[in-house]
């Protein structure tokens, strides 16, 4: 006697073959498993992108719109009224400037820290080395919130509250640990020590090979870093209410808040939802042009050395 299975498997190739389909079960499984998957994809991405499109869709509508019950989804008519009011309401513009500073410098520094330790402790093998990479991914383990009194303490001592270098050295020593991780991951698997040999050989000293070779060849890896070390202390709320809160000092982040506090959230509803939408322009262009290099740096920078 046939098994059930093989008996369903021909009911499904004689159920595709009356629609003239000449598939078997196991490929009428795959197809049905296909749409599932895809199905449960677009339900996923719908539920992300639904409050990018709200946002987006309120910065064009009048707050009369954007209050209605039931909810209007697409605007009866575009007003730039939003915008115009963002920019004069709150000091948008110097808001926007400081987060690029602030945001910028950071991630110039940790870079540059980043790939020098890393770079040494990928190619040198000395006592402590291990502990060293342990100690930061110890650093990963422990929840931010919890350094929230020592580091703010810290800053207030060092008599920089209300500073530009008081938020960036904070953010400084938060992406640093994560940053050296990866990149001694990415020297130590993508970038062949034979470039260094010959380079020392040609009379280059070993800071001078780093520059030269090993720098330009570790571009992937260093723009991974870079991009999520900017998106971090751009996106940053918490520690910049904290060390940078004051008159126009504010980052963009704590500027938005403005909105809520001071001008009042529902009244200002779609200036608020346009200046939203400014913010998140410098991040989503970082990250369109940065897209390929922060997969190739992740990629090799995660494999084990």
Known sequence: MKSSRAIQGQRDVASARGWGLPIDGEQLQKILIGVVVGLFSLLILFYILLPFYWMLKSSFQTNREIMAIPPIWIPSQLTFEGYERAMFMIPFARYLGNSLFVSLVTTLISAMLASMAAYVLARYRFPGAMFILALFLLTQLIPGITRVFPVYFLIKNLNLINTYWGLVIAYVSFSLPYAVLML???????????????????????????????????????????????????????????????????????????????????????????????????????????????????????LKG
Request: charged share 10%; proline share 3%.
């Open 184 to 302: 001694q991951g990415y020297f130590a698997n993508s970038c062949p020590i034979e470039l260094e040999d010959a380079a020392l050989i040609d009379g280059c000293t070993w800071f001078s090979a780093f520059w030269r070779v090993v720098l330009p060849i570790s571009i992937p890896g260093i723009m991974a870093i870079a991009t999520f070390t900017f998106l971090g202390a751009w996106n940053d709320f918490l520690w910049a209410s904290l060390l940078l809160y004051q008159g126009q000092m504010k980052t963009i982040q704590v500027g938005l808040r403005d909105f809520i506090g001071e001008m009042g959230g529902v009244q200002r509803a779609n200036a608020f939802m346009a200046a939203c939408v400014m913010t998140t322009v410098p991040a989503v262009i970082l990250f369109r042009f940065a897209q390929r290099n922060m997969v190739q740096g992740i990629s090799a920078g995660a």
